[in-house]
């Protein structure tokens, strides 16, 4: 898994719960990084952390951690495109508690300080 990243701004959109035939289940906030640039990036709650946008209104400052993930999708006219996703495993909102993360998706372990001993 990579390391995380962090997304803090302003909740701009929630997405409707989606369940798909599987089971699984997903839900996107849009946070806006405000700025003199701001950004609207997508962020995705899923399985047991879809819970976590209960807590969150639109307007909610918040702090979202999270994984990066991509994924090549090969368009209609042959080329293939790539697409970035954030899979959040934490958020902190201005008006709740922070939201721990679910155990099958925790943080990993910080990196060792001294890799020189690595085979590759």
Known sequence: MSETVE???????????????????????????GGQYPDQIGVEFLKDNTAKVDELNVGDSIIVTGFLGGRDVECRDGTTRNFLSIKAIRVQSDRAAPSAAVPDQAAPEAPLEDDSNLPF
């Open 7 to 33: 997304v803090t701004g302003t909740v701009e959109r929630i997405g409707d719960l989606q369940t798909f035939d599987s089971g699984f289940t997903k839900r996107e906030v849009v946070v806006n990084t």
